[in-house]
């Protein structure tokens, strides 16, 4: 066993030293131990598998070319790789099989193989050793050193779908933690790959999730801004603003029907639906403007599309420009009319009527009866017509065909005819014109009604199923007279002729109103057969007795006239 000097001499190296090795266990115990083994002869090689695994060749022994190097030679100390360099009396022995005494000797094989032993068991003590001191030294080091510093990441912009937030969740964003110490390379790599998928991912669906509610609020803001202002614009326009309006006198032609009792905005509205004027306000201010406003009258107009208010209202108001027609006036009378308004002959609108009846939108069940003398008679409605310069007197009957018509369709006249014992419309409208003749205001309308019907009762005693009103034999004679001569009257055959014959004349002899055929249609109950007008007034009685009082009463109001 080598020894270890320690000082000028010759010591062992106590059991206590922590460099010792195992305790307990010595070369002499070991050699005691071992069977006595054969040594190889001198100049062999001896293999000692510890020897050659940490580098040691005995045959390079430092103390002299061989394991028996005499004593007084120094050498050198291989188990640390030290140099020996005292006197001849200081020496280390290197595996001589001594142990300092010389005195003392041991076997060599026994010695030779616990040193070997003894030598690994250091060396592992040391390097176990030495991987200590450098733990310790690398964690000392590293609590020492400053913290690295992680190279600065690379800035990416963020991705385009944070970008749709109007507004940034700061809230959402922790501050960075600040460490003590650096973490490990690899920590720090995952936690900011977990940041990116876990948290980070979180914060870019909260910042999506944000930006489409800003988004969607921005939406409904930027809606009811834009319909408020819609609004506001709209009620500025409508009760500050200048109304849309066309400019011009308009062009082409189109006719309006403005019915009885309509407002300044109803006549706007149904103007505006024929394209006449641009907006309801246009025509409105246009008729406040102009006190000939306020007479625009029911009827039927032939306007201009695209006018300006100002130009329908013009239109529409002079008079120049407009045929009105009374209600219960004879077809006769009307031809008479257009004539004089359009500056014709006279009797050039009566030959076209006669020549174009068929052409001009009558009826089917307007000629039911080949006796009737005008087959236009009751289908001139009563109203006012455009009859303005250049314009042609068939387009002016066409007009007032097209008006009766429509006024006609709107009431169940074939199913009134019938529930009133007439055999079909025509006939309620003969009724009609027969109330419009006689009757001298519309309060007397419904009671006139209930006479004709009496009349035509078969059962009628009163006058034997005859009519006899004046006012049929004045259309077949054209004229309007009131001292007429009975006897004369009923003598006189014609199919007009209600004192001739029995029941209704063959058609209409006049063009009824609304209000009269209202009237014949829902005729008053009651038990009258007779009626006489005295001073605008007209009194129904039941029998012949006071019907007679009443036409003595009327021929002496006339003598004192």
């Known amino acids: 066993m080598t020894e270890y000097g320690r000082g000028s001499g010759s010591q062992p190296w106590h059991p206590e030293d922590p460099l010792y090795g195992d305790q307990g266990y010595t070369g002499q115990q070991y050699a005691q131990q071992q069977p006595q083994q054969s040594q190889p002869p001198y100049g062999q090689q001896q293999h000692y598998p510890e020897q050659q695994q940490y580098g040691w060749d005995p045959s390079q022994g430092a103390g002299g070319p061989g394991p028996y190097a005499p004593a007084g030679q120094g050498g050198t100390y291989g188990g640390q790789g030290g140099q020996y360099t005292g006197g001849p009396s200081e020496y280390y022995e290197y595996d001589t099989g001594?142990?300092?005494?010389?005195?003392?000797?041991?076997?060599?094989?026994?010695?030779?193989?616990?040193?070997?032993?003894?030598?690994?068991?250091?060396?592992?003590?040391?390097?176990?050793?030495?991987?200590?001191?450098?733990?310790?030294?690398?964690?000392?080091?590293?609590?020492?050193?400053?913290?690295?510093?992680?190279p600065p990441e690379e800035w990416h912009p963020d991705p385009v779908e944070d970008k749709i937030s109007l507004f940034d969740d700061q809230?959402?964003?922790?501050?960075?933690?600040?460490?003590?110490?650096?973490?490990?390379?690899?920590?720090?790599?995952?936690?900011?790959?977990?940041?990116?998928?876990?948290?980070?991912?979180?914060?870019?669906?909260?910042?999506?999730?944000?930006?489409?509610?800003?988004?969607?609020?921005?939406?409904?803001?930027?809606?009811?801004?834009?319909?408020?202002?819609?609004?506001?614009?709209?009620?500025?326009?409508?009760?500050?603003?200048?109304?849309?309006?066309?400019?011009?006198?308009?062009?082409?032609?189109?006719?309006?029907?403005?019915?009885?009792?309509?407002?300044?905005?109803?006549?706007?509205?149904?103007?505006?639906?024929?394209?006449?004027?641009?907006?309801?306000?246009?025509?409105?201010?246009?008729?406040?403007?102009?006190?000939?406003?306020?007479?625009?009258?029911?009827?039927?107009?032939?306007?201009?599309?695209?006018?300006?208010?100002?130009?329908?209202?013009?239109?529409?108001?002079?008079?120049?420009?407009?045929?009105?027609?009374?209600?219960?006036?004879?077809?006769?009378?009307?031809?008479?009319?257009?004539?004089?308004?359009?500056?014709?002959?006279?009797?050039?609108?009566?030959?076209?009527?006669?020549?174009?009846?068929?052409?001009?939108?009558?009826?089917?069940?307007?000629n039911s009866d080949p006796k009737i003398k005008d087959p236009l008679e009751g289908f001139l409605y009563p109203s006012q017509y455009s009859a303005g310069k250049g314009t042609k007197p068939e387009a002016i009957l066409r007009q007032m065909?097209?008006?009766?018509?429509?006024?006609?369709?709107?009431?169940?006249?074939?199913?009134?005819?019938?529930?009133?014992?007439?055999?079909?419309?025509?006939?309620?409208?003969?009724?009609?014109?027969l109330v419009n003749a006689e009757g001298m205001t519309h309060d007397d309308f419904r009671k006139m009604s209930r006479v004709v019907y009496n009349r035509l009762k078969p059962t009628n005693t009163e006058t034997n199923g005859k009519l006899e009103f004046d006012s049929t034999y004045n259309y077949l004679k054209n004229q309007s007279k009131l001292d007429l001569s009975p006897k004369q009257i009923r003598a006189f055959d014609d199919p007009y002729n209600t004192y001739f014959y029995k029941g209704l004349p063959p058609g209409p002899i006049g063009n009824p109103g609304e209000q009269a055929l209202k009237a014949a249609m829902d005729p008053e109950p009651g038990d009258w057969y007779y009626f006489v007008s005295i001073n605008e007034k007209t009194t129904f009685t039941k029998n012949l007795q006071e019907h007679q009082k009443l036409v003595d009463e009327f021929n002496k109001s006339r003598k004192t006239q």
Not at 418 to 424: A, D, Q, T, W
């Open 171 to 366: 809230e959402d964003a922790p501050p960075a933690p600040v460490d003590d110490e650096p973490e490990p390379r690899e920590e720090r790599g995952r936690g900011r790959e977990r940041r990116g998928k876990g948290k980070g991912g979180r914060e870019k669906t909260k910042k999506r999730r944000s930006g489409t509610a800003c988004l969607l609020v921005a939406v409904v803001l930027v809606g009811v801004v834009g319909g408020g202002g819609y609004l506001a614009y709209d009620y500025w326009q409508t009760h500050f603003g200048a109304a849309p309006d066309f400019s011009g006198e308009g062009s082409g032609e189109v006719q309006v029907e403005i019915p009885k009792n309509s407002s300044l905005t109803t006549m706007g509205q149904a103007l505006q639906k024929a394209g006449v004027v641009k907006s309801v306000g246009a025509f409105t201010e246009a008729a406040g403007k102009n006190p000939k406003g306020k007479s625009i009258q029911a009827g039927t107009y032939t306007l201009r599309k695209e006018m300006s208010g100002a130009a329908a209202v013009e239109m529409m108001t002079n008079a120049a420009n407009f045929l009105t027609i009374a209600e219960g006036r004879r077809a006769v009378q009307i031809y008479g009319a257009i004539d004089e308004k359009l500056g014709l002959p006279a009797g050039t609108t009566k030959d076209i009527a006669k020549n174009q009846a068929k052409s001009l939108g009558l009826p089917e069940w307007a």
């Open 401 to 433: 065909v097209a008006r009766a018509k429509e006024n006609y369709a709107k009431q169940d006249l074939e199913g009134k005819a019938k529930e009133l014992g007439l055999k079909s419309p025509l006939q309620l409208i003969t009724v009609a014109s």
């Open 98 to 150: 001594t142990t300092g005494y010389p005195q003392q000797q041991a076997p060599y094989v026994g010695e030779q193989h616990t040193g070997q032993h003894e030598q690994i068991r250091q060396q592992q003590a040391q390097a176990q050793a030495q991987q200590q001191a450098q733990a310790q030294q690398q964690a000392q080091a590293q609590r020492q050193a400053p913290a690295r510093q992680e």
